[in-house]
């Protein structure tokens, strides 16, 4: 639901999880720019390395709304956490080269999605959204994903391990993915393209128990966040700026990155979830039994 | 005591606590409302589920016990050869020393991505790199223990010209053995915890692969129940371990049988 | 006859050797050394996989001017401070007097071995839970680590002492205070101090891992930052000063070490 | 050599036994080495113990002095059953060098049985001081580790630490094996000027015949394995001794004389070393 | 007492000295304890060393032995400069009970020595058999621990480490002080005609001057701090000795007399412990 309710009172102070990335660009801008405030809501930014590490963070209190990819929300809804969704963080990129990539060394012989068919890809976990992503990107176009090596690897260690040769391919997000590209690999394609685009793929949470208590401030914070999105979307230049004033980063290094984040600026459904939830039934890594889970994943105000 | 000490009473001994409190564990646990802690019961049901099943069980065992196995062997051979090295060159452990201590300090992110480029993404990186931390504790106590060998009995060896070689194995190694042992005691558990690290790159199997992927899951029994094998494991290795002590420290448990009588 | 250790034990170099200066110029040489194998072997890996000493050393001269560098170490040093302290005034006492009594080491065995081999890394999320995402989950991560080594060291220093020194107590009545206070610790202090170098460090690896983890603040918050913008000489300007820390930290347990222990042979050839 | 002091055997004003061991009997696991060992000691009365090496000397001074129970028979001191270490009993062990903690100084060495039992700081000091000076030791030492000190040093601040105990029994295990002859008659001489003047109550084990004659009331001659007393033979020597006088005493040479059968006879079987004596050269 | 050998003295063969000190002076840090010592051994020589408590004894003989390298002067073994242990050089050590290894049952530290320089374990075990029986140590000892012995019986194991070596130069540090008097005695006379029969030299320090007289051919007098050579003695004994004649030859009697006194005076200034003798007490 994104009916807004209008606070009466003073603001509500929440805390809102980000990454030291820059998928959080919108959020910052809409900090800056005064939406949450406007929304009654006083933000307070805390920086989280991953997304199920900080579930307990959340669960504790210290945290109000966290953000976590749509698998992650998956698990933890068939583990009865009490997580539910409720709003986009980012959405699938449309393009060819986007926000994620899957790249290669040029002397691979791997130009498309084909031709990573026997290839050992390195992926950040083995039952997460880029196995499902990529393994429907091949199907795509016809190819076996059952043939492919997936290697588990953490990001930073991604590129390390292209380097020694001991990686054919590996998914990267930016600015991971610019940097890859730096040190001469090339991007093979976009995962998201062929098949989550504009599809929800990255989710804030909270607890129900709080949602269900403060259902007002949850309604402001979507408001506020959908306000953001668009912002964020329609203004690369300034999702740049802010980036470079609200992380630590070397500007030189954020000039460099192409294929932005696409943020969330809708109101979150249940249809936008099923669709990512399908592609992950495709790919053989989630079970049909749980393919109706996207009711209990999503806070209906 | 001494009437005591068959091996029934032993046993009683060693798992009269344990068993206390994993009753007050059991008992508090049933009424603890939290995701993160749920009953032992279920941890248990979780654990007769996923390592009592032996299919499961050995996809996940095999894998880190021969990693347990070859790097705890290489941490250990490692530490007392370095540790013997340093110990007896005192100029070179003094020079060096800046070294060896910032080398041990490094965190481990730093030295991920040097092994993946020296050493690829399979078990050889990841023996070695379990090796490498485990090595510490055995380092420092061969080091410290080679240092402490009583002078007069160096002052033997030389006056009696016994060779270097056997001077290292049968004096100075066997004088330095109680601490080493105990080097090598904690250097079993680190072998472990940092195995569970290492399990995250590469691996598709492994106890610390299980336990981080059901944390990332929110499987939260089934992350405990892998806590319990591990410590299982870790106490199976112990007693392992506890044997070969018994053995090789005969000399030292009997001496020390002494101590025990008044302090 | 051990009175002439001194002298006999210590090798030649040690003896006549250089002095404490010297031994620091000889130290800074190993340091600049093991600093040029680094610049070399950087060249062997892929561009910008290993930075360079030079890269390094210049993104953290950048660092060192800015204040949230000294107050991500602040941060660091406090926590590791008064964790390492907490260690060690809990698992030694403790350790040591599980370690006097056969019935407590034997009660003791079957849990601590278990508990030891539970990686600290798999407790982050119930800290995170209990403790939250800040110093305190840091702390208890920290402590977590650090007890052990000390612990199980203790436990078995505890059975290191000479038998005729407990005769000797026991024969003049020295009463239990002073016997533990003045035989019985002084005893057991070599294979402490191992245990609490090998602390000190798994200590600070810990705080740093902490915060790298949990995304709290301090040193570890920095790395993990510079890692996710893959801005590598700043990640190893971070490690390097995580290195020098636990230098700086050993050089302090070193110095405890020789004092408390000038008596043991371990420590009498190291004169100065 | 000046006595100023009562006879021995006149400072022990009761009857009570100071020590008395009944059928004493000592086993390392099922090694017996100490089978029945009866006698018994006065107040103020000085004895030695001699014996073949290895016969068990050592583990009946630990018996008595409490720090080992024996596996059979009992020990009283002054009339009461014991079982652990007495106040006021003071041990010098054989093993002297491990008797001092390597890291405490001399002086702390010395000191710390009076500070662990109450005796002032300065009051300790000073009584350690003495008994240095009394034992032949420069205040100096007190300064230095036991391990920087030579044997026959080391042994001797093992005895200030006893004297410095103002005990009531002093036990000590062949306490003058170590220093040089001139030295050790001078020890001599001091242990026995304070038995007399304090009225100690001194059990000595020692392979010195004449040392024993010289010094002791009694001796009690251990032999055989299990060790039992073979004899304990009266020195009728009186109270008053002096190295040059004594020792010309024809009653010293006849008592020393039947001493030293003893011990030979008891060496001939060397006890707890199960063979015979030393051996021809081939 | 069998005498199968020829003198001593006839044994040395060569001229050249077994060992010489030229000078030798020895500091420990800034403390001097050893200033300029000159003497020398003839091969086949035995030499008793003797002096106070803390003079420098132990010190002097690890220097001798090579263990320590003097801080003046010069050691020449057969002629030559040496700054480390020579091979054929056996040293009983005084604190001998910490030269023992204590994991090492006793048969495994007497035969240590000996594997170690290539002695096949038949063999060894065979000499450390020998030389165990040589010291009344019965075979059984052999699998005890030295901590589980008497310290008689340690010290004894300790010589029979350095007979069963084979030396050709024996150094001994008051190897007999914790032994019984028979078995004092029987020791004394085993390494005596050890010494004959393989024309051994021996140095040994001891505290008891009957001993150093009864045993040797020539006995240095160490005084003073730093401790220098007070006078070398000659033992005007022939090459025979028995325990009983050889006690009651006059010369005997005058030469320990006269090593008495110059050991008195010496220990009058105890040396290294700075101040004066034992003290009286007031
Ligand atoms: N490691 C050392 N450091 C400092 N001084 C020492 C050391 N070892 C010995 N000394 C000093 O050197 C002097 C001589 O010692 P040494 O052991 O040679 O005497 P000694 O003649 O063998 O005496 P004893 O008959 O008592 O064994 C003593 O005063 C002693 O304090
Ligand atoms: N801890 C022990 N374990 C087993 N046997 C022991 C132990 N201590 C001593 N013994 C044995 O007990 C016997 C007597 O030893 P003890 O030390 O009492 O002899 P001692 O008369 O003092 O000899 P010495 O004159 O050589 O010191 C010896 O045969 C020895 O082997
Ligand atoms: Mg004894
Ligand atoms: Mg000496």
Not at chain 1, 159 to 178: E, H, M, R, S, V
Not at chain 3, 123 to 128: D, M, R
């Amino acid at each position: 639901g994104g009916d807004a309710s209008e606070p009466s009172e003073g603001p509500t102070a929440i805390t809102v999880a980000t990454y030291p990335v820059m998928s959080n660009a919108a959020v910052y801008i809409g900090v800056e720019e005064g939406i949450f405030a406007d929304n009654g809501l006083d933000v307070t930014l805390e920086t989280i390395t991953s997304g199920p590490d900080s579930v307990p963070t959340l669960l504790s209190g210290d945290l109000t709304f966290t953000s976590i990819d749509v698998p992650t929300l998956i698990n933890a809804t068939k583990e009865d956490v009490g997580l539910v969704a409720v709003g986009a963080m980012m959405v699938g990129v449309d393009v060819d080269r986007g926000y994620v990539g899957v790249v290669a060394a040029p002397d691979k012989g791997i130009e498309d999605w084909a031709d990573l068919e026997g290839k050992k890809v390195g992926v950040n976990a083995l039952g997460s959204t880029p196995v499902a992503l990529i393994s429907a990107s091949m199907e795509a176009v016809g190819a076996d994903p059952s043939t492919v090596q997936w290697v588990q690897i953490a990001q930073p260690e991604t590129i390390p391990a292209l380097q020694a040769g001991q990686l054919d391919a590996a998914n990267l997000a930016q600015p991971l993915l610019t940097a890859a590209e730096e040190a001469g690999f090339e991007q093979v394609g976009n995962p998201e393209q062929l098949t989550v685009g504009g599809v929800p793929t990255f989710l804030y949470v909270t607890t129900r128990e709080y949602a269900e208590k403060n259902p007002e401030v949850v309604a402001a914070f979507q408001e506020s966040l959908n306000a953001s999105g668009e912002i964020a979307n329609g203004d690369h230049e300034l999702a740049i700026e802010t980036a470079k004033k609200s992380t630590t980063v070397d500007p030189a290094v954020l000039d460099k990155v192409t294929g932005l984040p696409m943020w969330g600026s809708k109101p979150l459904t249940t249809e936008d979830l099923q669709k990512f939830i399908d592609v992950l039934v495709n790919a053989g890594q989630l079970d049909e039994s749980d393919a109706s889970i996207a009711d209990q994943m999503i806070w209906n105000g | 005591m001494k009437a005591f000490r068959n091996g029934v009473s032993l046993l009683a001994i060693e798992i009269w606590l344990p068993l206390l409190l994993v009753v007050l564990w059991w008992t508090v646990s049933e009424y603890v409302n939290s995701l993160y802690f749920p009953p032992l019961r279920v941890i248990m049901e979780a654990f007769a589920e996923n390592w009592l099943v032996p299919d499961k069980a050995l996809s996940n065992l095999v894998p880190s016990l021969q990693l347990i196995i070859v790097a705890y062997s290489l941490a250990v051979v490692a530490g007392i050869v370095f540790g013997t090295t340093l110990g007896l060159v005192r100029p070179l452990e003094r020079a060096v020393r800046p070294i060896v201590e910032a080398m041990r300090a490094v965190p481990g992110v730093a030295l991920l991505p040097l092994f993946i480029v020296l050493f690829g993404i399979d078990q050889p990186m990841r023996i070695l790199l379990v090796a490498f931390g485990a090595m510490w504790p055995v380092l420092l106590n061969t080091l410290d223990g080679v240092r402490g060998v009583e002078p007069t009995l160096l002052d033997m060896t030389r006056s009696y010209r016994v060779g270097r070689v056997r001077r290292l194995f049968q004096v100075i190694l066997k004088s330095a053995g109680p601490q080493i042992f105990a080097g090598a005691r904690i250097s079993l558990a680190v072998t472990l915890i940092i195995m569970v690290v290492a399990e995250t790159v590469g691996a598709d199997g492994g106890v610390g692969y299980f336990l981080m992927t059901a944390k990332s899951e929110f499987r939260i029994s089934a992350m405990w129940s892998a806590m319990v094998a591990l410590g299982i494991l870790g106490y199976i290795l112990n007693i392992i371990f506890r044997i070969a002590e018994r053995y090789v420290l005969r000399w030292h448990r009997l001496q020390q049988a002494r101590l025990e009588r008044t302090s | 006859m051990n009175a002439s250790t001194e002298v006999t034990r210590a090798p030649r170099a040690d003896r006549r050797g250089p002095s404490t200066f010297g031994w620091l110029l000889i130290q800074t040489g190993a340091v600049v050394l093991a600093g040029g194998i680094w610049w070399l072997a950087s060249g062997f890996f892929p561009a910008g996989a290993i930075p360079t000493p030079p890269e390094v050393l210049g993104r953290l001269g950048q660092l060192v001017l800015t204040g949230e560098f000294w107050s991500a170490i602040g941060i660091t040093v406090g926590t590791f401070a008064l964790a390492l302290t907490v260690s060690i005034v809990v698992a030694v006492p403790l350790g040591l007097v599980i370690g006097a009594s056969t019935f407590w080491t034997q009660s003791t065995r079957l849990l601590f071995d278990f508990l030891r081999t539970i990686p600290p890394i798999a407790l982050l999320p119930l800290l995170l839970l209990v403790l939250g995402a800040d110093f305190e989950m840091v702390f208890g991560l920290a402590v977590l680590g650090a007890i052990w080594p000390i612990l199980i060291q203790s436990i078995y220093a505890a059975r290191q002492g000479e038998a005729l020194l407990v005769d000797m107590s026991a024969a003049y009545r020295i009463p239990r205070g002073w016997f533990i206070r003045h035989i019985f610790v002084p005893g057991a202090l070599p294979f402490v101090m191992t245990g609490v170098r090998l602390g000190t460090t798994i200590c600070l690896l810990l705080t740093i891992s902490g915060q790298l983890l949990g995304a709290a603040p301090g040193l570890g918050h920095e790395i993990a930052a510079a890692q996710a913008w893959y801005d590598t000489p700043r990640m190893y300007a971070y490690v390097l000063v995580a290195a020098i820390l636990g230098l700086i930290v050993n050089a302090g347990v070193w110095a405890a070490q020789r004092r408390l222990l000038r008596w043991h042979p371990s420590v009498r050839g190291e004169s100065r | 050599m000046t006595s100023n002091s009562t006879p021995a055997q006149g400072a022990a004003s009761t009857t009570v036994a100071a020590l008395e061991a009944r059928g004493l009997g000592h086993s390392y696991g099922p090694r017996q080495i100490l089978g029945g060992i009866d006698f018994s000691v006065e107040q103020g009365e000085f004895v030695c113990i001699v014996g073949p090496s290895g016969v068990g000397k050592t583990t009946l001074l630990r018996c008595l002095s409490g720090l080992q129970v024996s596996t059979a028979g009992e020990l009283h001191v002054l009339g009461s059953v014991v079982k652990e270490p007495q106040p006021g009993v003071a041990l010098v062990f054989q093993d002297y060098s491990r008797s001092l903690m390597p890291w405490a100084s001399v002086l702390e060495n010395v000191t710390l049985p009076l500070r662990a039992n109450r005796v002032s700081k300065k009051d300790a000091n000073a009584r350690a001081y003495e008994a240095l000076e009394q034992v032949g030791l420069a205040a100096a030492v007190g300064d230095q580790y036991p391990w920087q000190l030579s044997g026959g040093m080391q042994q001797r601040v093992a005895i200030a630490r006893a004297l410095a105990y103002d005990p009531t029994v002093l036990l000590m295990d062949e306490p003058f094996a170590s220093v040089d002859a001139q030295t050790r008659s001078d020890l001599e001489d001091l242990v026995l000027r304070l038995q007399r003047r304090l009225g100690l109550t001194v059990i000595l084990v020692t392979h010195d015949i004449d040392e024993s004659v010289y010094l002791s009331d009694r001796i009690v001659v251990l032999a055989g394995s299990p060790a039992h007393v073979a004899e304990i033979v009266d020195v009728p020597l009186g109270a008053e001794r002096d190295q040059i006088g004594t020792k010309s005493d024809p009653a010293f040479a006849t008592t020393r004389a039947h001493v030293h059968n003893l011990v030979r006879a008891a060496a001939a079987v060397s006890p707890s070393t199960g063979t015979a004596r030393v051996v021809d050269v081939p």
